[in-house]
Structures are given as structure tokens and as C-alpha cells.
């Protein structure tokens, strides 16, 4: 890594959420360290500040019209990001509710892992393998409780091409919203990196945080039926949870090598500048090998 920079800094945007961001904190805090955070405030909740105490806390206006709220969100996220590049090896970016991690038979640490590129060989830009989270009580009726990891009461998951994010950067880059695709060329796929993404981590939470955000869809463009706009994923989600959870859980593995190539080879330019992954989100239920258990 250059030396001159620090090795890795991560950022995420947060209004509420306040589960999430205490296990955000936590576990890039242990990471990275506290001073490397960097979290966006939306509207300035004073338990943001509370809960990231030693991290680089920045209060963001609440607009309560949340007019293009999401495309704003992610063209300040992007400058963000890029303007971080001079000062850190590699820069993390992603919502609250996703944490990167690298498979403990690997290593046990982001900066280290990421330090074992060959020099001048090193990828601009990296795209973790997507696991998203998908709690069935039937199977998994404990709690999250304070204190134990989640993945340690929570294994269940599905594949998801959409969130193989390019989240971690040494250049300058700009997201589409949702920061699902960039406008980099080049896919790295890496093959021990993951992104967990955790809207479905609890059935109580994922519930009412639904809810929320349906009525926050509805403030900034209208209810569905009443007005003209496209149903989007955050109308469609608890539908979407819901099927999930009929589904019974198969292999134990994060191999997936034939997904891996399908998005490798779906690899495609979206948007004119912007480049995804293919994939999509194919059917089944897979659950966590045992070793995940103690990354967060």
C-alpha cells in the first residue's frame, strides 16, 4: 500500500436506523478504526452522534419533500468518495444496512487482505461477492441480542447480483443510486470479498422498517395507485420477504462458481456510462458455513 495514505477509510449515509448503525460502527470501527469512519447524518439525530462517538460524524439537512432524494444522495456520495482517494489506500461506500468482510479462511482483516495485491497490480475498483440475509424465524427463532454476532443466530441467505456493489475504490468514481453500478469499466469480482446485505436480517425489524420506508416513498412521490410513478423495490419488499420465507434452505457454501461466471460474463454497460454485473436473483435459499459466524 502507498504510505503516504492511510490503508482504508469507509462511509455511509444515515437517517434513523440506529440497529444498523451501531453494528456498522462496530464492526468497521474494529476494522479500520473510529477515526477512519465517516458518517452522513441525515437530519442530524443526535443518536447518530451517540452511537458513532470517535468517528467523523457530519450533520446532513433533513429535506422532508426528500424531492430526488436518492439521486442526490449518491452524486454526493460519489464526490465523497472520490475525494477521499488521496488519502486513503481504499474507500469503502454503502448503505447502513451492508457490511463488507473477507472470508475468515482468508484473513481476518480488510486492510490486510486488500494489502496482498502485487504492486502496480491492484484493481481500482472491487466488487464483493453479494449475500443477502434472509431470516426465517421457523429456522432461526433466536433473538439478536446485544453483544452476539449476527451472523452467529442468522445464516440464511440469497443470492443477489444487484448487490455486488463496487464499494470499494482507490480511484475516483461515480454510483448510479442505490450504488448498485459505476461508471468503471473493468469488473473485479473478487473471490474472497463479501457484501452482506441485511434489510431481511429480522423478521420484527425488517417489518416495521418496511413500513417506514414505504411511507417515506409515498411522501416523496405518492402512494401507488393514486399517482403515475413506477412501483419500486421498497413498494415490493415485504412481498418479496414474504416469498422468501417459504422457501426451504439448501447447500451450506458461498462457492457458487457458475453464478460467479454468469456475472462475470453478463458483465454490461447500463446507462450509457454506468457498468453492471449480469446475474439477477436466482431462485433458493443457501445458508452461511459455520466459520462466518464470528466476522460480525
Known sequence: MDKTKAPMGAMTMV???HFFLERWVTYYGAQLGREHLYVLSHGGDPEHKRIAEGCNVIYLPRDTTR???????WQML?????GFV?????????DVDEIVAVDPDVSDSLPEYLSRFPEGKQPKVITPFAIEMVHNPKYEPEPITPGRNILDVRRLFRLNANYAKPCITRSSITFVPGGHFA????LHLDPHLYLFHLRFIDYGMTEDRLATRRAQREIQSGALGETERA?????TAWHTYQSLIKEEPGEETVAFPEFRQVMRDGWRQKKQVFWAPGGARPKGIYRLPERFAQVF
Open 15 to 17: 437517517g434513523g436506523d
Open 231 to 235: 412501483t419500486t423495490g421498497w413498494d
Open 78 to 82: 460519489s464526490l465523497f468518495a472520490t
Open 183 to 186: 461508471n468503471h469499466p473493468v
Open 86 to 94: 488521496p488519502y486513503y489506500n481504499w474507500m469503502i461506500t454503502g
Open 67 to 73: 424531492y430526488c432524494f436518492n439521486q442526490r444522495r
